[in-house]
């Protein structure tokens, strides 16, 4: 299995500008989870789904921050518009297990960099 | 509020030796544990788990120790090598406060050659 993809792995945009993050996790994983990293904050969970439903969208910073996931196999997370605030290292992780989160299994993640 | 944190925001062992990695938590209903390492560059990798009913677990040079008398979780790597230099996180999970995974600060492992 090639492991949960994410894309872009490094995406640079300007304030203001519209950013959609990919996420194809594992197939055959229930669960899918949005983190987002940084040296001040950690690994702070944003929203996770389960069998492609909205379960907790509260670690969701703010409205500009919206997550889809319209089939099993692909989820997106958007900034629209972004802030410099917002770099950070964003990561998706899915997990074969219905209820939430137990073992999860993490991409590579997509390093933002909001100038 | 409730939270998981580490004792130490850096180790640094030499190689060979044994590493100890330290966790506190606050949650005593939390009902699962998780240790992840996490190289420059890539995401969290699992290593090990373990269940609140148990006080030991063993995997490939590393064990999990869990006291949830002091609320305490530790990461033992024997024989520590290069390749375990990463930040190391623990994790916990509440069933019944939604499920989610919740991360302490992490530490950073360096080995020295």
């Known amino acids: 299995d090639a492991g949960v993809i994410q894309s872009p792995r490094h995406e640079v945009t300007e304030m203001g500008q519209e950013v959609t993050l990919r996420c194809k996790p594992i197939s055959g994983h229930n669960s899918l989870f949005w983190y987002r990293q940084t040296m001040m904050r950690g690994l702070e969970l944003l929203i996770y789904f389960n069998n492609n439903v909205p379960i907790d969208d509260s670690g969701m910073p703010e409205d500009r921050f919206s997550a889809k996931m319209p089939n099993a196999s692909f989820s997106t997370l958007k900034i629209q518009p972004s802030e410099p605030r917002d770099s950070a290292v964003y990561f998706c992780?899915?997990?074969?297990?219905?209820?939430?989160?137990?073992?999860?299994?993490f991409g590579p993640g997509t390093r933002l960099t909001v100038l | 509020g409730e939270s998981v944190g580490l004792h130490l925001p850096t180790l640094s062992v030499q190689e060979g030796d044994n590493s100890i990695i330290n966790c506190a938590y606050s949650n005593s209903a939390s009902d699962y544990f998780i240790w992840y390492k996490q190289e420059s560059g890539k995401g969290p990798q699992f290593i090990i788990d373990i269940r609140s009913n148990m006080d030991k677990r063993q995997g490939q040079r590393v064990t999990v120790l869990l006291n949830k008398t002091v609320k305490h979780l530790s990461l033992q790597i024997a024989a520590t090598q290069p390749g375990d230099s990463a930040v190391y996180f623990c994790a916990e999970i509440v069933y019944n406060q939604g499920g989610k995974l919740i991360f302490g600060q992490g530490t950073e492992l360096s080995v020295k050659p």
């Open positions: 992780a899915s997990s074969p297990d219905r209820v939430a989160a137990d073992t999860q299994y």
